[in-house]
């Protein structure tokens, strides 16, 4: 069993950074791989990006490749998701998962926290 609670968001104008994170309690996490997903009013939930379980490979959606960066700290138990150049298209609540195969489809994650809204004023 794996809880997670993202933490992180908030207004922040086009240009700017942010920094999203989610810690993780219960068992095993370090054994996970760990996702961000994003879903703004109207649209599906969408993959952002995508860490394996030692944190040696990453993906990224082609939406946020070069602006966004995922990271993991298994000894604190979090993943992180740093955001550079953001956009008012970036808009949305930012989830975070894990799962046991680093896939872009959220119906293969098996944990999700409740989510922290990211906004992107122009």
């Known amino acids: 069993q794996v809880q997670l609670v993202e933490s992180g968001g908030r207004l922040v104008q086009a240009g700017g950074s942010l920094r999203l994170s989610c810690a993780a309690s219960?068992?095993?996490?370090?054994?996970?791989?760990m996702g961000w997903f994003r879903q703004a009013t109207g649209k599906e939930r969408e993959f952002v990006a995508a860490i394996s379980w030692s944190g040696d490979r990453t993906y990224y959606a082609d939406s946020v490749k070069g602006r966004f960066t995922i990271s993991r700290d298994n000894a604190k138990d979090t993943v992180y998701l740093q955001m550079n150049s953001l956009k008012p298209d970036d808009t949305a609540r930012y989830y975070c998962?894990?799962?046991?195969?680093?896939?872009?489809?959220?119906?293969?994650?098996?944990?999700w926290g409740q989510g922290t809204q990211v906004t992107v004023s122009s």
């Open positions: 998962a894990g799962g046991r195969l680093m896939l872009v489809a959220a119906t293969t994650y098996d944990y």
């Open positions: 219960g068992r095993t996490f370090s054994n996970y791989v």
